[in-house]
């Protein structure tokens, strides 16, 4: 009887430890702050931002490799949550998504299918992960196909997300001005 008292009492002391103590709620929310896309639609019509999409599968190993890796770094989480409205979108889901006055359905065709929207934003070469920028108006900037690293992700997104897109070339930027504004990065 004593061993069992005391095994519950060490459960309980670790079970307490391991779940933290209560948090006052102020705590800054860690991660990206993921949207749906009809979130980021509407966001847009009230406070204009460049829109970033994860276009994405639940098979796709290298989307979750991004997930766990790309998306988890601390200066990718920083400045896409300060400068972007990010969306993941799974190209395979079946729910109609209307933007506006444009409904976008799930085409049952091939092997697994694929929704209609995932088509229009990788130019209908769908590619997981893929990486769509739009502008501050809905507007396509950019899809970008592949995995991409932390390091390589954050030279893009603040490529995009400075307006250097329309200044420079990437591999000038990426030498030269990256560089000089994100030296220890």
Not at 54 to 74: A, I, L, P, Q, S
Not at 125 to 145: A, E, G, R
Request: charged share 30%.
């Amino acid at each position: 009887m004593k061993r069992s008292a005391t095994s519950l009492f060490l459960f309980l002391v670790m079970l307490t430890v391991a779940t933290g103590f209560k948090s006052d709620g102020k705590r800054p929310a860690e991660g990206i702050h993921w949207l749906t896309i009809e979130e980021a639609y509407a966001k847009i019509q009230q406070e204009p931002r460049k829109v970033l999409i994860d276009v994405y599968t639940d098979w796709c190993g290298w989307c979750k490799v991004m997930d766990r890796e790309t998306f988890k770094n601390k200066a990718v989480v920083e400045y896409v949550n300060r400068k972007y409205y990010a969306v993941k979108l799974d190209a395979e889901q079946k729910k109609a998504i209307t933007l506006g006055d444009k409904k976008f359905e799930f085409l049952s065709e091939g092997g697994r299918g694929v929704h209609q929207l995932a088509l229009a934003l990788t130019n209908n070469q769908p590619s997981y992960p893929t990486t769509v920028f739009l502008d501050d108006k809905f507007n396509m900037i950019q899809p970008l196909p592949g995995y991409m690293k932390a390091k390589e992700f954050h030279q893009v997104i603040t490529f995009i997300g400075e307006d250097y897109h329309k200044k420079e070339a990437f591999e000038d930027y990426k030498s030269k001005t990256y560089k000089s504004l994100f030296a220890a990065k």
